[in-house]
Nanobody, 118 residues
Framework: QVQLVESGGGLVQAGGSLRLSCAASGGIFSIVHMGWYRQAPGKQRELVAT???????NYADSIKGRFTISRDNAKNTVALQMNSLKPEDTAVYYC????????????WGQGTQVTVSS
């Protein structure tokens, strides 16, 4: 059974940094991309960043230049380095993995809370 385990969330002051990590296990094969979404209170879940197997990345406009996504293909891990954090970055951050077999399969982690104080 596929499992995604996130770590690295917490409380930080505005302008600070956090690094989120996610490890995928349980026989994941044929990964299309790995990434991060976030959901703030009262808002819809939104894309933060994704990284494809070939290294191509995709970022939300709101975090470009501040966040960096990286990936270790051999270990099936993905990380999100978050710098210059703002109070509006406060949200639950979810790791996601998209794989392909005979169909597309999307897996989600439990989420990790990031709180940025002003």
């Amino acid at each position: 059974q596929v499992q995604l385990v996130e770590s690295g969330g917490g409380l930080v002051q505005a302008g600070g940094s956090l690094r989120l990590s996610c490890a995928a296990s349980g026989g994941i094969f044929s990964i299309v991309h790995m990434g991060w979404y976030r959901q703030a209170p009262g808002k819809q879940r939104e894309l933060v960043a994704t990284i494809f197997s070939g290294g191509r990345t995709n970022y939300a406009d709101s975090i470009k230049g501040r966040f960096t996504i990286s990936r270790d293909n051999a270990k099936n891990t993905v990380a999100l380095q978050m710098n210059s954090l703002k109070p509006e970055d406060t949200a639950v951050y979810y790791c996601t993995v998209l794989t392909v077999t005979t169909k597309l399969n999307e897996y989600w982690g439990q989420g990790t809370q990031v709180t940025v104080s002003s």
